[in-house]
T-cell receptor, first 114, second 116 residues
Framework: AQSVTQPDIHITVSEGASLELRCNYS??????LFWYVQSPGQGLQLLLKYFSGDTLVQGIKGFEAEFKRSQSSFNLRKPSVHWSDAAEYFCAVGAGSGNTPLVFGKGTRLSVIA | NAGVMQNPRHLVRRRGQEARLRCSPMKGHSHVYWYRQLPEEGLKFMVY????????ESGMPKERFSAEFPKEGPSILRIQQVVRGDSAAYFC??????????????FGPGTRLTVL
């Protein structure tokens, strides 16, 4: 069965600094990978996804993520963080094809300080 | 095109009461998923339904929980005799059916259930 690990429970960065959120997955074949963002009391918004092809994917709000098969990782990055990026970030993996359910990591809470 | 709709957004129940959570998928989507998010946790899959069929309920507790997605109307997640441990945010997602690729799930805003 697939699993997702987000090693960092909480990260604090200064506004304007760069950001990297880590995500490691466990799955035997090529996974479908997703990053979602959740603001307090809100639902999930898709930031970006990886299905195949170029391993560096661009998303909304200036985020990008890189799929590294050798490390089973899909880390999320942003070169310059804005205060509005403070939220909870979830990495998720979908296995197989079609309509299988997503498996989520426990999330990383991002705080942004001035 | 409206997104996934869930109601109510907030629901308060006393222990032993029933909770009914509704989910209307995006237009044209025939697949619905329910996930539960406990405090300080990620989302955990509960059940996956197509119209009139339960496809995968491997994440659903064996007792007190049930789900349906009728031919007409929204999908319903029903929790009977709620207990304090059922307090959580319940998210619904919907997707198309496209055989050739993985189908992106679109999430609703969630229903936050509080059991007193």
């Amino acid at each position: 069965a697939q699993s997702v690990t987000q090693p960092d429970i909480h990260i604090t960065v200064s506004e304007g600094a760069s950001l990297e959120l880590r995500c490691n997955y466990s799955y035997g074949a090529t996974p479908y990978l997703f990053w979602y963002v959740q603001s307090p009391g809100q639902g999930l918004q898709l930031l970006l996804k990886y299905f195949s092809g170029d391993t560096l994917v661009q998303g909304i709000k200036g985020f990008e993520a890189e799929f590294k098969r050798s490390q089973s990782s899909f880390n999320l990055r942003k070169p310059s963080v804005h205060w509005s990026d403070a939220a909870e970030y979830f990495c998720a993996v979908g296995a197989g094809s079609g309509n299988t359910p997503l498996v989520f990591g426990k999330g990383t809470r991002l705080s942004v300080i001035a | 095109n409206a997104g996934v709709m869930q109601n109510p957004r907030h629901l308060v129940r006393r222990r032993g009461q029933e909770a009914r959570l509704r989910c209307s998928p995006m237009k044209g989507h025939s697949h619905v998923y329910w996930y539960r998010q406990l405090p300080e946790e990620g989302l955990k899959f509960m059940v996956y339904l197509q119209k009139e069929n339960i496809i995968d309920e491997s994440g659903m507790p064996k007792e007190r929980f049930s789900a349906e997605f009728p031919k007409e109307g929204p999908s319903i997640l029903r929790i009977q005799q709620v207990v304090r441990g059922d307090s959580a945010a319940y998210f619904c997602a919907s997707s198309l059916q496209v055989v050739s690729s993985y189908n992106e799930q679109f999430f609703g805003p969630g229903t936050r259930l509080t059991v007193l």
